[in-house]
C-alpha cells in the first residue's frame, strides 16, 4: 500500500467506525431495554478498539496523523527531556537489585 492509499482507507474505516458509533449511542439514548443498551455498549467498545487499531496500523504505515475532522495533528516533539532520578533508583543503587 502506498502512503495516499494507507490514508485513504485509515480515513474511510474512520468514518465506518463513527457511524457505526453513532448509531450505537442512538440506541443508548433512546432504549429502556437493558440488554439492548448492553449490546449498544458492547458495540461501541468494539469501535473503539477497531478505530485505535485502524490508527496504529496507519501510523506504522508512515500515513501522517490526522483528527477526525480532517485537522492535522502537530508532530510529537522529537527531543524528549530527560527523565530526572527517582529516589528507587538511588536506593537501588541503579540497578534491578532487591531494596
Given at each position: ?11 474511510r ?25 448492553r ?41 524528549l527531556e ?18
Amino acid at each position: 500500500m502506498t502512503q495516499s492509499s494507507v490514508q485513504s482507507w485509515c480515513d474511510r474505516v474512520q468514518a465506518k467506525l463513527m457511524a457505526a458509533l453513532d448509531a450505537a449511542w442512538a440506541i443508548i439514548d433512546t432504549s429502556d431495554d437493558p440488554a439492548e443498551v448492553r449490546k449498544a455498549r458492547e458495540k461501541a467498545k468494539a469501535c473503539g478498539e477497531l478505530a485505535a487499531t485502524a490508527r496504529k496500523v496507519a501510523v506504522m504505515a508512515g500515513a501522517r496523523k490526522t483528527a477526525v475532522v480532517g485537522v492535522p495533528v502537530a508532530p510529537p516533539e522529537v527531543e524528549l527531556e530527560p527523565r530526572p532520578p527517582r529516589a528507587i533508583d538511588r536506593l537501588k543503587g541503579g540497578g534491578r537489585g532487591r531494596l
